[in-house]
């Protein structure tokens, strides 16, 4: 064999490899192209359990009566949004806007909210049992009539919340910036981590706190009880009680 034989039979083997790359290439566009296309559509993904839409917006909707379990809404914009009565349990709502929302009557156990800011939403009848809530902004949010079993507020701002009638038990409160949030009849069935709780001028008046845990005096005095107020072992009503209406 030439050598001319030989350079025009390597020519002929690297034109066939770089063949084989540009179609391998060819093929492969698509997929990556469809693939991102997926993506950026999900936000117009219809509500269903398991739907990715992290970081969409979703101001101002009527999603009511929705399927949303183990969705992933991360980061989603809900402001205003109607969630009430929608399956959410063990969805993904960190970082979530939740302003003005609605999750009233929702089922929403073993949720996470973690770092969700949710200024004045309403979780009225909400079934929380199990979420999380650690570091989440939910100032002046109703939390009436839910059952918040097991749910860890840790270093949350729920500065005025109210949780008129709201079920407690083992929920944690601690490091919780419960400033002017309302208590009144509450259920503590269980024990209640105030550890650390700021709660200057919280309402407890006649609440039930002796399977509360965590709380010192300076934190019963900060706050505004009553002489039906039940306060664990060691602690006593202090003279500023009952406080005067605002």
Request: some cysteine; charged content about 20%; proline content about 3%.
């Given at each position: 064999?030439?050598?001319?034989?030989?350079?025009?039979?390597?020519?002929?083997?690297?034109?066939?490899?770089?063949r084989?790359?540009i179609?391998?290439?060819?093929?492969i566009?698509?997929?990556?192209f469809?693939?991102?296309?997926?993506?950026?559509?999900?936000?117009?993904?219809?509500?269903?359990p398991?739907?990715?839409?992290?970081?969409?917006?979703?101001?101002?909707?009527m999603?009511?009566?929705?399927?949303?379990?183990?969705?992933?809404?991360s980061g989603?914009?809900?402001?205003?949004?109607?969630?009430?009565?929608?399956?959410?349990?063990n969805?993904?709502?960190?970082?979530?806007?939740?302003?003005?929302a609605?999750?009233?009557?929702?089922?929403?156990?073993?949720?996470?909210?973690?770092?969700?800011?949710?200024?004045?939403?309403?979780?009225?009848?909400?079934?929380?049992?199990?979420?999380?809530?650690?570091?989440?902004?939910?100032?002046?949010?109703n939390?009436?009539?839910?059952?918040?079993?097991?749910?860890?507020?840790?270093?949350?701002?729920?500065?005025?919340?109210?949780?008129?009638?709201?079920?407690?038990?083992?929920?944690?409160?601690?490091?919780?910036?419960?400033?002017?949030?309302?208590?009144?009849?509450?259920?503590?069935?269980?024990?209640?981590?105030?550890?650390?709780?700021?709660?200057f001028?919280?309402?407890i008046?006649g609440?039930?706190l002796?399977?509360?845990?965590?709380?010192?005096?300076?934190?019963?005095a900060?706050?505004?009880?009553?002489?039906r107020?039940?306060?664990p072992?060691g602690?006593?009503?202090?003279?500023?009680?009952?406080?005067e209406?605002?």
């Amino acid at each position: 064999m030439s050598n001319r034989d030989i350079v025009f039979g390597v020519a002929s083997v690297i034109g066939a490899i770089r063949r084989i790359f540009i179609f391998a290439a060819i093929a492969i566009m698509p997929a990556f192209f469809f693939a991102g296309e997926a993506a950026a559509v999900d936000c117009r993904a219809y509500p269903t359990p398991g739907v990715d839409w992290s970081n969409c917006k979703k101001r101002l909707l009527m999603l009511d009566n929705s399927n949303f379990e183990g969705a992933n809404l991360s980061g989603v914009d809900f402001s205003m949004t109607d969630l009430s009565r929608t399956n959410i349990k063990n969805a993904n709502f960190s970082k979530a806007m939740l302003v003005r929302a609605s999750l009233a009557g929702s089922d929403a156990r073993d949720a996470n909210f973690e770092r969700a800011e949710g200024y004045r939403s309403n979780l009225s009848g909400i079934s929380a049992a199990g979420a999380t809530f650690v570091s989440a902004e939910m100032q002046r949010s109703n939390f009436s009539d839910a059952d918040l079993t097991n749910v860890d507020f840790t270093k949350a701002e729920l500065g005025r919340a109210i949780f008129y009638k709201a079920k407690l038990a083992n929920t944690r409160f601690a490091l919780v910036n419960l400033s002017r949030a309302t208590f009144h009849n509450v259920d503590m069935s269980g024990p209640v981590d105030f550890n650390n709780a700021f709660l200057f001028l919280t309402r407890i008046e006649g609440v039930d706190l002796s399977k509360a845990t965590g709380l010192e005096q300076d934190q019963i005095a900060l706050a505004c009880g009553d002489d039906r107020t039940k306060l664990p072992e060691g602690l006593k009503m202090p003279p500023s009680w009952p406080c005067e209406d605002e």
